[in-house]
């Protein structure tokens, strides 16, 4: 059974920075690509970030690009998401999601989520 | 950055009512647009993918089509958990969008 499991959510204060973690478990992690996806409480889901399964291809949205860092750790079956200068827009839950294909634009979708992880934002 | 735009924003529906919910790209993202849907407090899980191909486990009911810019998922009679919030998501390219979402409930 794939399994994927955010860690590292929490309160911070804006301005400072935080990092999230998504492990991964019942599939071959390094075959597929990995994606950031986040949601606003009450709010509509949105990309944040994706990486290539060889870490060779990164991509971000707009709203995040200078501030966010994804990288993975196939070793550890672990994906992460470094986020620097977080200002109270970045409220959400965080969802780590598995892509079906192995490259950042696979023409896929994606097959499994984590249970979503919470970063408020709040001075 | 490819907009995909959802309409209705929410609707509300009888059982057995036929529900079509439409998405509108940009521009041309081919067939690749996937649906899904989530439900309170969980994370979403997708219905149709690559615009009218049923996610294995999912009822026949639900279809999907469209290519191009224009695309829709139907329920053709709608069940109680049936409700939720649809989302449609194209991943023809970087960065990957997702529509604002329409609302399904029951009348």
């Known amino acids: 059974e794939v399994q994927l499991v955010e860690a590292g959510g929490g309160f911070v204060q804006p301005g400072r920075s935080l990092r999230l973690s998504c492990a991964g478990s019942g599939f071959t992690f390094d075959d597929v690509a990995m994606h950031w996806v986040r949601q606003p409480p009450g709010k509509g889901l949105e990309w944040v970030s994706g990486i290539s399964w060889d870490t060779n291809d990164v991509a971000y949205a707009d709203s995040v690009k200078g501030r966010f860092t994804i990288s993975r750790d196939n070793a550890k079956d672990t994906l992460y998401l470094e986020m620097d200068s977080l200002t109270t827009e970045d409220t959400a839950f965080y969802y780590c999601?598995?892509?079906?294909?192995?490259?950042?634009?696979?023409?896929?979708?994606?097959?499994?989520w984590g249970q979503g992880i919470l970063v408020t934002v709040s001075s | 950055e490819i907009q995909m735009t959802q309409s209705p924003s929410s609707v509300s529906a009888f059982i057995g009512d036929r529900v079509t919910i439409t998405c509108r790209a940009s521009?041309?993202?081919?067939?690749?647009v996937n649906w899904y849907r989530q439900t309170p407090g969980k994370a979403p899980t997708v219905v149709i993918y690559t615009a009218s191909s049923l996610q294995t486990g999912v009822p026949a009911r639900f279809s999907g089509s469209g290519s191009g810019t224009h695309f829709s998922l139907t329920i053709s009679s709608l069940q109680p958990e049936d409700v939720g919030i649809y989302y449609c998501?194209?991943?023809?390219?970087?960065?990957?969008?997702f529509g604002q979402g329409t609302r399904l409930d029951l009348k």
């Open positions: 999601a598995k892509d079906l294909g192995e490259q950042l634009v696979s023409y896929t979708w994606f097959d499994s």
């Open positions: 521009q041309s993202v081919s067939s690749y």
């Open positions: 998501q194209q991943t023809f390219g970087v960065p990957i969008t």
